[in-house]
C-alpha cells in the first residue's frame, strides 16, 4: 500500500482547507486510514481515522474536522474547518489493512503504512 498525502498550505484562522490521502494497492473501503500531524517543536498527534465501522475523532477537532473517503478516487479526505493557529503542523496520512477497534485507532503503531507529509500552516 502506498500514501500520497496533498492538499497543505497556507490558510488564515476560521478558515477551511481539505487534505487528501490517494492510496494505491489496496482500496481505501478496506483500510483503516487515519490522520496524524505533528506541530513545530510537538510530538506527532492523533487527528481522525475512519474505519469500517466509522469515522474517530480526536478531542482536537471534533465539531471542526471531517474525515471521509471517496471510493472511486481511492481517496480519504480531511475536510477541516474552522482552523486555528494550533492547527499548524505537517498532516501524515497512515493505513493498516486490519480494522481497528476504537481504543487502538489513535495508536501510531496500529498503522503499517504512512504517507508523506503535508504541510498546514494557519496564520493571518
Known amino acids: 500500500v502506498q500514501l500520497q498525502a496533498s492538499g497543505g498550505g497556507w490558510v488564515q484562522p476560521g478558515g477551511l482547507l481539505r487534505l487528501s490521502c490517494a492510496a494505491t494497492?489496496?482500496?481505501?473501503?478496506?483500510?483503516?486510514t487515519g490522520w496524524f500531524r505533528q506541530g513545530p517543536g510537538k510530538e506527532r498527534e492523533f487527528v481522525a481515522a475512519i474505519r469500517r465501522t466509522g469515522p474517530i475523532y480526536a478531542n482536537s477537532g471534533k465539531g471542526r474536522f471531517a474525515i471521509s473517503r471517496e471510493n472511486s478516487k481511492n481517496t480519504v479526505y480531511l475536510q477541516m474547518n474552522y482552523v486555528r493557529p494550533e492547527d499548524t503542523a505537517v498532516y501524515y496520512c497512515?493505513?493498516?489493512?486490519?480494522?481497528?477497534?476504537?481504543?487502538?485507532?489513535?495508536?501510531?503503531?496500529?498503522?503499517?503504512?504512512w504517507g508523506q507529509g503535508t504541510e498546514v500552516t494557519v496564520s493571518s
Open positions: 497512515a493505513a493498516t489493512t486490519r480494522t481497528l477497534i476504537a481504543s487502538v485507532t489513535a495508536k501510531e503503531e496500529e498503522y503499517d503504512y
Open positions: 494497492g489496496r482500496t481505501v473501503s478496506g483500510l483503516s
